[in-house]
């Protein structure tokens, strides 16, 4: 007999595992982003009794997908209308990118006797179509393939959560009306769609890395979504260097999350973490995946995901082969011209070429003036300047930084930076 | 297939310094375009030339007034109808729309069940 409280969680269990398939299967089947949903939904909601009763299925995701399938015909039946208006364009060619290669028919699907096609490529593909908005792709993301809620989205974004649920439904209206299509883009567009997945897996990562503001530094629940996003793509894609590059990164930069705070919550910089803090498990399976994609040719994600690698390798901060990571920021920069990289890379021309060198070339960013109000700009700036013994030049971007920070947790370091150089 | 209008929004100020070659240049590549939709397995199902916008006349209630409904940079200058199977497909056949002074805009049409 097995008790309600396991059930819970293998439902719990299931809802977190199995979601982004369960709705990527029976969307196919329900020709609606909104009806697979609604019977999703359903099906998660019959497991609980279904499972008490029967105990819990060898394969959950089969059992719920089976169920939500068949929801969705007995939708269709019932709404015969549904189907003519707008229906889910499913492309029924086989996928170029992905193994799934076959035409499931409707009926078969019914009963489940089959093997599930695994459609979450498609689905992801969908939600981060290019035609609809950075943030729509992202909230859609979240929402149709992690199966967060759109309250959890809003809070996540800190948005209200009327306004994230006006932007989820507007987009899948938009994937409706404009039909865009389920399916896996073809190999000549694949790139250009790939990086627009990665670059929302990353987003939500970043978000969840440094959060963009409130009081604490990261949010582990963002992150260890982006991670399992990782995780997903890099199982339909395991020979997209990209892929395996973007969750490599994620998860070396994650391994330094115990030891980026102190206790008080406060910020404790690359340079002066203890390393016997970081999580040695993400580092190996990190410098794995960083191995494994060597003979891939060099995307912007697998060479972050090197730079990463040399200071999960580096015994210190001081012992850390700076060369080496200056070479890869040439190389990211070649592949990805943003003043971002060139503002990050001067903390390597710090460590070889020393302060003055790094300033120049801070100096020259802002110039630019593409970084205008980026507050690691400033942040970086006044740092080089403290280091040049440059004090009351070093206080003013400081000052600046602080001003451009809403992270409590960096703004308490901004500060004590400030500090110590104002001269008393 | 589903149907969509590109529409064409362009700097009339480019035209009207351009002169004849320019408009020529320009013809020949709808004229080539007209061609391309076919051949990507899509349909031009009309297509037009506006006069430019200060031969329009706007109209609000009952006020009428001179000039396009908003000014802007680049206006409204012509526009196909076309059948494409999906999105993506429309896209295909949207790059390649002329437009060298502005870009395209691609709408879906509005479907309604009993048509």
Redesign the interface.
């Known amino acids: 007999m097995t008790s309600r409280d396991e059930v819970s969680a293998a439902v719990a269990d299931a809802h977190r595992r199995e979601w982004g398939f369960v709705l990527a299967a029976t969307a196919r089947v329900a020709g609606s982003l909104d009806v697979a949903e609604e019977c999703v939904q359903d099906a998660y909601g019959a497991a609980l009794d279904a499972w008490l009763r029967d105990g819990v299925p060898r394969s959950p995701g089969a059992w719920l997908t089976t169920t939500a399938r068949r929801r969705a015909l007995d939708v269709l039946r019932r709404e015969q209308?549904l189907r003519?208006?707008?229906p889910l364009?499913v492309?029924t060619a086989p996928d170029t990118a992905s193994a799934d290669g076959g035409v499931l028919d409707r009926d078969r699907a019914a009963d489940g006797a089959d093997a599930i096609p695994d459609d979450r490529l498609r689905l992801v593909f969908t939600c981060c179509?290019p035609?609809l908005s950075r943030e729509a792709q992202v909230a859609l993301t979240l929402r149709l393939v992690c199966g967060l809620t759109t309250d959890e989205i809003a809070r996540a974004f800190l948005v209200p959560e009327t306004t994230m649920a006006a932007r989820v439904t507007r987009a899948k209206k938009k994937i409706a009306?404009?039909?865009?299509?389920y399916r896996v883009?073809a190999e000549a567009?694949l790139p250009e769609r790939l990086d627009a997945v990665l670059t929302v897996v990353h987003l939500v990562f970043t978000t969840g890395h440094v959060a963009p503001t409130g009081a604490d530094l990261v949010r582990p629940d963002l992150v260890s979504r982006a991670v399992d996003l990782g995780r997903v793509l890099r199982t339909l894609m395991p020979d997209e260097g990209e892929v395996t590059g973007l969750l490599a990164l994620m998860l070396l930069t994650d391994a330094r999350r115990d030891a980026r705070s102190g206790p008080d919550g406060a910020v404790v910089l690359l340079e002066d973490q203890d390393r016997a803090r970081w999580d040695q498990a993400e580092i190996a399976e990190g410098l794995d995946l960083v191995r494994t994609a060597a003979r891939a040719a060099p995307g912007r994600f697998l060479v972050q995901a090197a730079i990463a690698a040399e200071h999960a390798r580096a015994a210190s901060y001081d012992r850390t082969d700076w060369t080496r990571i200056l070479r890869l920021y040439d190389l990211l920069l070649g592949l990805w011209p943003s003043p971002v990289v060139a503002l990050n890379r001067s903390v390597a021309v710090l460590m070889v070429d020393g302060p003055q060198a790094a300033l120049d070339e801070v100096d020259a960013l802002e110039r630019g003036g593409r970084l205008d109000g980026y507050r690691y700009l400033a942040a970086t700036k006044a740092d080089l300047l403290r280091r040049l013994g440059r004090g009351p030049e070093s206080a003013a971007a400081y000052r600046e930084a602080i001003s451009l920070t809403d992270n409590a947790a960096e703004r308490r370091f901004l500060e004590g930076r400030l500090a110590e150089v104002i001269p008393r | 297939m589903?149907e969509y209008l590109i529409l064409i929004y362009e700097s009339e100020q480019a035209y009207a310094e351009g002169g004849e070659q320019v408009y020529g240049e320009v013809m020949a590549a709808h004229d080539r375009f007209s061609h391309q939709v076919p051949e990507l397995g899509g349909k031009i199902v009309g297509g037009k030339a506006l006069q430019p916008t200060s031969t329009a006349t706007t109209v609000r209630g009952d006020v009428v007034t001179d000039g396009p409904f908003a000014e802007t940079k680049e206006a409204l200058g012509g526009y196909y109808l076309v059948e494409a199977?999906?999105?993506?497909h429309?896209?295909e056949i949207a790059k390649l729309c002329p437009a060298r002074f502005g870009g395209v805009e691609?709408r879906?049409l509005?479907?309604f069940?009993d048509e």
């Not at chain 1, 009306?177 to 299509?181: K, L, Q, S, T």
């Open positions: 209308t003519r208006k707008l364009l492309d179509h035609a009306a404009a039909r865009i299509p883009p567009d | 589903s199977r999906d999105l993506d429309a896209l691609v879906p509005m479907e069940p």
